[in-house]
């Protein structure tokens, strides 16, 4: 069967599912949206992905035309149409259909949409032996003109940096922010263990407030594990024991090479590899349940 997508109410196979070329999602990046997974017929930290939704929404002064139960709703339905029980899920609000000029008040409605499908992760090598990273040019985006908690349809920012990893033959990039800080990489956080100390920069030097990084926090403190948010730069991270990325596809990933420069002892650390297991575990209870039915 063709995966079918939710379209504001409605579920229409993938080929038919489409939108208006006026969308105003399409035409600026107006919108907002969210990448979730499912484990086990599980939504992992549904509520969390939510709120984030509909914060980044209120910034931009977005009216989603779900409250959060009828939006979780929908999730839950799309999935279990498309009979999957380990998926990613992608949620879309964008401002809806207007004219060609900017002005916001010609959309009359907000566009919802949920796509889900199987996911991609890195191969499972790259989990075992770790990731190999580098710092491109294009900084990430200042806070005060689009700041990156605000997780909008404007990813030039990401792609840009996405780029310039690719042309020097890399899947994952560090971007700094401004000052020359570290920030995130393009689609993950970062973390780094330093001294013993769990250290990733806090969102307001420029990065998003990873679901995944949230739940890295709360294990660390479950597991005792030294933790801080504070200013990295790169020789920080040069010199860090141990390194890794999270995000919602990514989940957590060891890197142990950045910019030529090998992390700790160029595999993945002791930290890293307990906190992975630590979030395997965590995706089989902390979300929400539904039911595939016969
Ligand atoms: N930073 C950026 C720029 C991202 O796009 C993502 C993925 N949504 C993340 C970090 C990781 O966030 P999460 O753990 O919520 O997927």
Redesign the pocket.
């Known amino acids: 069967m063709e995966l079918q997508a939710y379209i504001d109410g409605k579920w229409y196979p993938k080929s038919e599912a489409k939108v208006s070329i006026f969308d105003h999602g399409l035409l600026y990046g107006d919108g907002v949206f969210?990448?979730i997974r499912s484990y086990n017929s599980l939504v992992f930290k549904l509520q969390e992905?939510l709120e984030?939704l509909y914060e980044s929404a209120h910034t931009i002064m977005l009216e989603i035309p779900l409250t959060r139960e009828e939006m979780a709703k929908a999730v839950i339905r799309t999935l279990q149409i498309n009979r999957l029980s380990n998926a990613y899920v992608r949620l879309v609000v964008t401002r809806g259909v207007g004219d060609l000029g900017l002005d916001p008040k010609k959309c009359k409605r907000a566009t919802v949409i949920i796509i889900t499908d199987k996911i991609i992760l890195y191969p499972d090598e790259l989990y075992r032996n770790g990731l190999e990273i580098i710092t491109v040019p294009t900084v990430r985006n200042l806070p005060e003109a689009l700041n990156?908690s605000l997780?909008s349809l404007n990813?030039l920012n990401?792609i840009m940096a996405k780029i310039e990893a690719g042309i020097a033959g890399y899947q994952e990039a560090i971007m700094l922010n401004f000052q020359g800080y570290v920030a995130?990489?393009?689609?993950?956080?970062i973390f780094a263990m330093r001294q013993g100390t769990l250290v990733t920069p806090p969102t307001y030097l420029g990065?998003?407030?990873?679901?995944?990084?949230?739940a890295i926090i709360e294990l660390a403190r479950k597991l005792k594990v030294p933790f801080e948010e504070r200013i990295l730069t790169r020789h920080d991270l040069f010199n860090a024991e141990e390194v890794f990325l999270?995000?919602?596809?990514a989940e957590v990933i060891p890197v142990v090479k950045i910019d030529g420069r090998k992390i700790g002892e160029g595999a993945p650390g002791k930290s890293t590899l307990k906190l992975m297991r630590a979030f395997h575990a965590l995706t089989k209870t902390d979300g929400v349940r539904y039911k595939l039915g016969d």
Do not use: F, V, W
């Open positions: 969210e990448g992905h984030r990156p997780k990813y990401n995130e990489c393009t689609g993950d956080n990065a998003l407030k990873g679901i995944t990084r949230g999270t995000g919602t596809a």
